[in-house]
Structure formats: structure tokens, C-alpha cells
């Protein structure tokens, strides 16, 4: 958690965050929210084909506050 707190910190607009577990996405996109970034876009990628494990890529943006 205090990875990504840290990476909130830096203030980028947009964020690659690549997931491989659903559980830690839930709770890492939990603090993206709550930090004013929203998701654009989330995909799907089977990188082990023939097992049970699926990443999982999405795109956060900041959201605008005008």
C-alpha cells in the first residue's frame, strides 16, 4: 500500500497498472479511486495459456476537476 501511495505522489496524469491477482487489483484500484484517478480502459491478457491464470491491464487517468 505504501508503494502506491507514493506512486499517487508523483501526480502523473495517466497510469499502466498490470494485475495478476483480482484480489490485489480490487484493493490497489481501491486507492487509485479514492486518489482522484479513474479507469479508462482494462483488458484481459492470457500470458500462460492452458492454465487458470489471466493478467489483467488497465489504464488509469486522473480524473478532471475543472
Do not use: A
Given at each position: 500500500m505504501?508503494?502506491?501511495i507514493k506512486i499517487v505522489a508523483y501526480g502523473v496524469e495517466r497510469i499502466v497498472?498490470?494485475?495478476c491477482k483480482p484480489t490485489?487489483?480490487?484493493r490497489d484500484l481501491e486507492v487509485f479511486?479514492?486518489?482522484g484517478y479513474e479507469m479508462v480502459r482494462a483488458s484481459g491478457v492470457d500470458m500462460f495459456p492452458g492454465t487458470g491464470h489471466v493478467?489483467?491491464?488497465c489504464l488509469l487517468a486522473q480524473t478532471k476537476t475543472e
Open positions: 505504501y508503494t502506491l497498472y498490470i494485475s490485489s487489483l480490487v479511486l479514492e486518489s493478467e489483467t491491464v
